[in-house]
């Protein structure tokens, strides 16, 4: 059973398209977040979910809104991709246990997201 | 603001032979630490963590790491690692002050050779 799942794996568009990547967690945790992985590796949160609601929203373009329809799912919709946003995207998720930050993350497989 | 320096980027090492891979941090409050491995196209997976408590933190598949404040150091090791072992592996930095943002390194290949 996977914890952390994501769709799709890859996924190639081009430039200016609208797509959405989504998570889902069966770890029964509340919290859930999207990181972006550039092509040197460097690993960087984008946002984070603590039941539905937003916690963490980094500096990241408005062209990329998540959605947490419940605290099982956060997707992830990006408008008018540019060469740029290239990367692997990650999914995460974690229990809060009385210190957020102490807390063990979860990760997905990932999506490759490669903008043409 | 929190910070994380992987010193290596890429670490060769002979199969059955010890490792460490070195990770400092700055920040000016008490911080969590973590160390994640990534394996060649999947998710990150924590191998180990630093809370409060005892330097020395065992962690999965053998790794170990010790936490030291003076040095704002949290090295990982391995006495003796296998194939297997070859990933990638990152840093990671934690406080309240800083929103409970998990702040990673710029990770470290390591590549154990036959």
């Known amino acids: 059973d996977t914890a952390v799942s994501q769709t799709p794996k890859y996924l190639v568009t081009q430039m200016g398209n609208d797509k959405s990547i989504k998570c889902e967690q069966n770890l029964g945790h509340d919290t859930m977040y999207w990181y972006k992985q550039d092509s040197k590796k460097f690993l960087k949160i984008m946002f984070s979910y603590n039941n539905k609601e ?3 929203n980094e500096t990241v373009p408005n062209r990329f809104s998540p959605k947490s329809p419940d605290k ?16 692997v995207y990650f999914c995460a998720s974690s229990q809060v246990r009385g210190m ?8 997905g497989p990932g999506t490759r997201l490669t903008v043409l | 603001a929190q910070s994380v ?5 890429q670490v060769p090492v002979f199969e059955e032979a010890p490792v460490e891979l ?6 000016s409050v008490s911080v969590y630490l973590f160390w994640y491995v990534q394996y060649p196209n999947q998710g990150l997976q924590l191998l180990l963590k630093y809370l409060s408590g005892s ?14 404040k003076s040095q704002t150091s949290f090295h ?11 990933a990638e592996y990152f840093c990671a930095v934690s406080a309240l002050e800083y929103g409970n943002k998990l702040v990673f390194g710029a990770g470290t290949i390591l590549r154990v050779k036959s």
């Open chain 1, 54 to 56: 937003l916690i963490i």
């Open chain 1, 72 to 87: 099982a799912h956060l997707n992830l919709h990006i408008n008018s991709l540019e060469l740029g946003d290239s990367a």
């Open chain 1, 100 to 107: 957020p930050a102490a807390d063990t993350q979860y990760f």
């Open chain 2, 5 to 9: 320096t992987q010193l290596d980027s």
């Open chain 2, 22 to 27: 070195r990770c400092n941090y700055s920040s």
């Open chain 2, 55 to 68: 330097t020395l933190v065992k962690g999965i598949n053998g790794f170990e790491a010790e936490f030291n």
């Open chain 2, 76 to 86: 990982l090791r391995k006495p003796s690692v296998h194939i297997s072992d070859t």
